[in-house]
């Protein structure tokens, strides 16, 4: 398992590895100097030119998703399919934040 940091500003992604002295959740972007987000390395950066998907995406890390894939809470599972639009992103969000 290996981890990601993600600028939606810039629209990159960066690949920290496996090893935890890396692991940084409050890393800044080496090029906008903005927040970046700590993902699971199953997140795949879309192209820059991808407004749809980049939006789609800002909307779940702003909402706390990090792209771990079955995402668990203490006695359920779901699972994540990247949403075609933000009302399907909504309820993705609505679904994970019934598990806590
Ligand atoms: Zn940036």
Redesign the pocket.
């Known amino acids: 398992m290996g981890y990601k940091n993600v600028?939606v500003?810039?629209r990159?992604s960066l690949s920290e590895g496996t090893n935890y002295e890396f692991f940084n959740r409050n890393k800044t972007?080496?090029?906008?100097?903005?927040k970046?987000y700590f993902v699971n390395e199953k997140f795949k950066a879309p192209k820059k030119s991808n407004d749809k998907e980049w939006k789609i995406i800002e909307y779940l890390l702003l909402s706390g998703y990090d792209f771990r894939n079955p995402y668990c809470g203490y006695e359920q599972c779901i699972y994540f399919e990247f949403p075609k639009n933000l009302q399907e992103a909504e309820a993705f969000i609505r679904e994970m934040r019934k598990l806590k």
Do not use: A, F, L
Request: charged share 10%; net charge positive; aromatic share 0%.
């Open positions: 600028c500003n810039c990159i972007c080496p090029n906008c100097k903005g970046m």
